[in-house]
């Protein structure tokens, strides 16, 4: 699998209109882009209890998604372009269907690793101004996915992200994400089966774990 990034984002953190402050407005970036083991350089963080290194280094969301939330929730005027739903990588042609927990790519000298879907939260709808959005990003399993950094190093937009490596085809990003955020999770073997995978991330085995205790 091969695909041409379309956008490499990054921003600062800003307050939101509840007062809550946020990174999840990026903007897309031009040139040369280093990445280190906590995602892009020039990129902040605010929320790392729940987002950052070294599982959750750099965010991916498919630019088709904007579509499907215009398609839904209308205009949304905030949805500006790539970095808008906070990712830090866009592209057009894959999904979360396509990839897998533990798939490894090159993206330029970099070479990164699939752990884990995003779990969307209500801070979205805060930034995007809309309610709803999270419930429908749940259900249809739109959830975006993060990488966790093996090698660092330089890319740029145009460059093609090269999966080198396939991970645990059985878990999906999709599966992974209905498994243990949406309403009908899955049984509790699957999860188990989940949470010990060698490449997912820590933030979702301390997720499954939760569910499971309910």
Same mark, same amino acid.
């Given at each position: ?21 946020? *990174? ?39 630019? =088709? ?15 500006? *372009?790539?970095?808008?739903? *906070? ?65 660092? *190093? ?35 073997? =699957? ?20 569910r499971l205790r309910r």
């Amino acid at each position: 699998m091969e695909i041409a990034v379309t956008a490499l984002c990054s921003g600062t953190g800003a307050s939101l209109r509840s007062g809550k402050s946020s *990174g999840i407005r990026k903007l897309p970036l031009q040139g040369p882009v280093a990445i280190g083991e906590r995602g892009i350089d020039s990129d902040e963080q605010i929320d790392r209890k729940h987002h950052g290194y070294p599982a959750m280094a750099l965010h991916h969301f498919p630019h =088709e998604t904007y579509a499907w939330l215009r398609h839904h929730f209308g205009a949304l005027p905030r949805l500006e *372009g790539p970095g808008s739903m *906070g990712e830090n990588i866009s592209t057009d042609g894959i999904s979360e269907h396509d990839l897998c927990i533990g798939d490894r790519f090159r993206l330029g000298t970099a070479v990164i690793e699939v752990t884990q879907p995003r779990q969307p939260c209500a801070t979205i709808e805060q930034h995007l101004e809309a309610k709803g959005i999270v419930k429908a990003l749940v259900a249809a399993a739109r959830s975006g996915w993060f990488y966790r950094v093996l090698e660092p *190093g330089d890319t740029e937009v145009g460059v093609r992200l090269q999966r080198i490596e396939r991970g645990h085809t059985r878990w999906s990003i999709a599966r992974a994400f209905l498994a243990t955020y949406s309403s009908a999770r899955a049984p509790d073997a =699957e999860l188990e089966e989940l949470a010990g995978l060698g490449r997912v991330s820590d933030r979702l085995v301390h997720d499954i774990e939760k569910r499971l205790r309910r």
